[in-house]
């Protein structure tokens, strides 16, 4: 409730509409090619397309947006048009594109399309086919284009998945040499929005939402730029257990197991490996199991989750029935965790900070630094129980410190379990268990950092 009222920005700025769109506009001509070279997964097709018909100034901070539709409950479809409406021109004609929500019908020109729906355009395909159309295009002269492609900025409205899946394609540019790599700014659409939280965007979307969109963009165009740590996971497991893949992950044919590490079980002949990459945590164990659980009541019943407070219920509503209150049957509780995390922002858990503001001379006894989102560490703390997660969720104390680390492996091995519970923000999966044989899930820091547009 807080963030949204905070979100309304009752700031009495006023934000002219034709000067916004003037700083972020991209010509006509290049967004048609870009398009064009999209839909038809061809460079050459939109840079064929591209014919300027006079010298174009370029925008002083050109601008894209992705969309999660589907996202910020029933308001998805209206910000899109909205959206649409702040980044074209009055008047254009030209080829249309259609949406359709459950209320009405939109038809937008096509060469007005400057926003992306995730579900339409994947931010892969951007990266592939629209940066590559704009690179092509300024290879052969055209300097209003090469200077689009060097200022250009991302806005991404959507949850952190949504964020993290634009931030991993934009991330493939680094491995490709094609620099500058865009930075990216947040309008706050999921549950969590730790991300959006982190770097000054909120943490839900406003009431006053149509005139949040307009300042959100302005802020986009003028925020500074602050980078933030990736990090990359592998899963290695014994070959021929079927597992049901989260987005964050994909199968890799290549097994790349880092042999400094000690081994304390086994591998079979024959493994399986998976790799993804994330931005804020990594978890095992129950308050993984407790987000499996409500992300396959939410897709198996969509009409639950009806926005981010609905999610919010629900999601509390699951953790009851799950054990996750029950103490833990050990002979000494102080010594169990019932769910491990390596954390990389300060916000978890909707805006939570369960690693805690140490003071220190805590720091010191301890050995740890003070934790940033670029300082190459991730913080690793336990939760005993959900009681224990509970006080610290409302930050009467902290959780249990572990370690910060720039490298983890866990091994995990079954015994008479036969599956675990991983998630990668807010992404959960359920891991199966051999035996005999260990499975391996080994973080390390990705060598580039992505690049976050404050929105303070």
Same mark, same amino acid.
């Given at each position: 409730?807080?963030?949204?009222?905070?979100?309304?920005?009752?700031?009495?700025?006023?934000?002219?509409?034709?000067?916004?769109?003037?700083?972020?506009?991209?010509?006509?001509?290049?967004?048609?090619?870009?398009?064009?070279?999209?839909?038809?997964?061809?460079?050459?097709?939109?840079?064929?397309?591209?014919?300027?018909?006079?010298?174009?100034?370029?925008?002083?901070?050109?601008?894209?947006?992705?969309?999660?539709?589907?996202?910020?409950?029933?308001?998805?479809?209206?910000?899109?048009?909205?959206?649409?409406?702040?980044?074209?021109?009055?008047?254009?004609?030209?080829?249309?594109?259609?949406?359709?929500?459950?209320?009405?019908?939109?038809?937008?020109?096509?060469?007005?399309?400057?926003?992306?729906?995730?579900?339409?355009?994947?931010?892969?395909?951007?990266?592939?086919?629209?940066?590559?159309?704009?690179?092509?295009?300024?290879?052969?002269?055209?300097?209003?284009?090469?200077?689009?492609?060097?200022?250009?900025?991302?806005?991404?409205? &959507? /949850?952190?998945?949504?964020?993290? *899946?634009?931030?991993?394609?934009?991330?493939? @540019?680094? +491995?490709? #040499?094609?620099?500058? =790599?865009?930075?990216?700014?947040?309008?706050?659409?999921?549950?969590?929005?730790?991300?959006?939280?982190?770097?000054?965007? &909120? /943490?839900?979307?406003?009431?006053? *939402?149509?005139?949040?969109?307009?300042?959100? @963009?302005? +802020?986009? #165009?003028?925020?500074? =730029?602050?980078?933030?740590?990736?990090?990359?996971?592998?899963?290695?497991?014994?070959?021929?257990?079927?597992?049901?893949?989260?987005?964050?992950?994909?199968?890799?044919?290549?097994?790349?197991?880092?042999?400094?590490?000690?081994?304390?079980?086994?591998?079979?002949?024959?493994?399986?490996?998976?790799?993804?990459?994330?931005?804020?945590?990594?978890?095992?164990?129950?308050?993984?199991?407790?987000?499996?659980?409500?992300?396959?009541?939410?897709?198996?019943?969509?009409?639950?989750?009806?926005?981010?407070?609905?999610?919010?219920?629900?999601?509390?509503?699951?953790?009851?029935?799950?054990?996750?209150?029950?103490?833990?049957?050990?002979?000494?509780?102080?010594?169990?965790?019932?769910?491990?995390?390596?954390?990389?922002?300060?916000?978890?858990?909707?805006?939570?900070?369960?690693?805690?503001?140490?003071?220190?001379?805590?720091?010191?006894?301890?050995?740890?630094?003070?934790?940033?989102?670029?300082?190459?560490?991730?913080?690793?703390?336990?939760?005993?129980?959900?009681?224990?997660?509970?006080?610290?969720?409302?930050?009467?104390?902290?959780?249990?410190?572990?370690?910060?680390?720039?490298?983890?492996?866990?091994?995990?091995?079954?015994?008479?379990?036969?599956?675990?519970?991983?998630?990668?923000?807010?992404?959960?999966?359920?891991?199966?268990?051999?035996?005999?044989?260990?499975?391996?899930?080994?973080?390390?820091?990705?060598?580039?950092?992505?690049?976050?547009?404050?929105?303070?």
């Amino acid at each position: 409730m807080i963030d949204s009222l905070r979100g309304c920005g009752l700031s009495g700025i006023r934000i002219d509409k034709e000067e916004l769109r003037c700083r972020i506009l991209i010509p006509e001509y290049i967004r048609l090619a870009m398009r064009r070279a999209i839909n038809s997964k061809d460079v050459s097709a939109g840079v064929e397309s591209a014919a300027a018909q006079e010298v174009h100034t370029p925008p002083v901070a050109p601008m894209v947006v992705f969309i999660n539709s589907r996202s910020g409950g029933r308001h998805g479809p209206e910000l899109m048009l909205r959206l649409q409406q702040l980044m074209s021109e009055e008047q254009a004609s030209g080829e249309s594109v259609v949406m359709l929500d459950s209320y009405r019908l939109y038809l937008l020109p096509l060469t007005l399309v400057q926003v992306f729906d995730l579900s339409d355009v994947k931010p892969n395909e951007f990266v592939r086919y629209g940066l590559a159309c704009l690179e092509q295009l300024a290879s052969v002269g055209d300097s209003c284009v090469k200077e689009i492609r060097d200022r250009l900025r991302v806005v991404v409205a &959507g /949850g952190d998945g949504s964020v993290g *899946w634009v931030l991993g394609c934009l991330g493939e @540019l680094h +491995k490709e #040499s094609r620099t500058p =790599v865009p930075p990216v700014a947040v309008i706050p659409l999921g549950t969590g929005n730790d991300l959006s939280r982190s770097f000054g965007w &909120g /943490g839900s979307f406003p009431f006053a *939402w149509k005139s949040a969109v307009k300042r959100s @963009l302005q +802020k986009a #165009s003028i925020g500074t =730029v602050s980078r933030l740590d990736s990090w990359h996971v592998s899963i290695t497991m014994p070959a021929g257990e079927a597992m049901e893949l989260p987005h964050s992950l994909k199968s890799t044919g290549e097994c790349t197991l880092d042999q400094g590490f000690l081994l304390a079980g086994r591998l079979p002949e024959k493994v399986t490996c998976y790799d993804g990459v994330f931005y804020n945590y990594f978890s095992i164990g129950m308050d993984a199991q407790v987000a499996y659980g409500f992300h396959t009541l939410r897709n198996e019943k969509p009409y639950l989750a009806q926005g981010p407070v609905a999610n919010k219920l629900i999601y509390s509503g699951y953790s009851c029935t799950q054990g996750w209150f029950f103490t833990p049957c050990v002979s000494d509780p102080s010594l169990s965790v019932r769910s491990i995390v390596a954390l990389n922002l300060h916000s978890y858990a909707s805006g939570r900070h369960p690693w805690g503001n140490l003071r220190p001379e805590y720091l010191e006894k301890k050995g740890f630094v003070e934790a940033n989102a670029d300082d190459g560490l991730l913080e690793i703390f336990g939760l005993k129980h959900g009681w224990h997660a509970s006080f610290v969720m409302v930050e009467l104390i902290s959780a249990k410190h572990i370690a910060q680390a720039a490298a983890i492996r866990f091994e995990v091995r079954g015994g008479e379990w036969k599956q675990s519970f991983m998630q990668t923000d807010g992404e959960p999966w359920r891991q199966p268990l051999d035996k005999e044989y260990s499975t391996f899930v080994e973080i390390k820091r990705v060598p580039f950092q992505s690049l976050m547009i404050r929105g303070e």
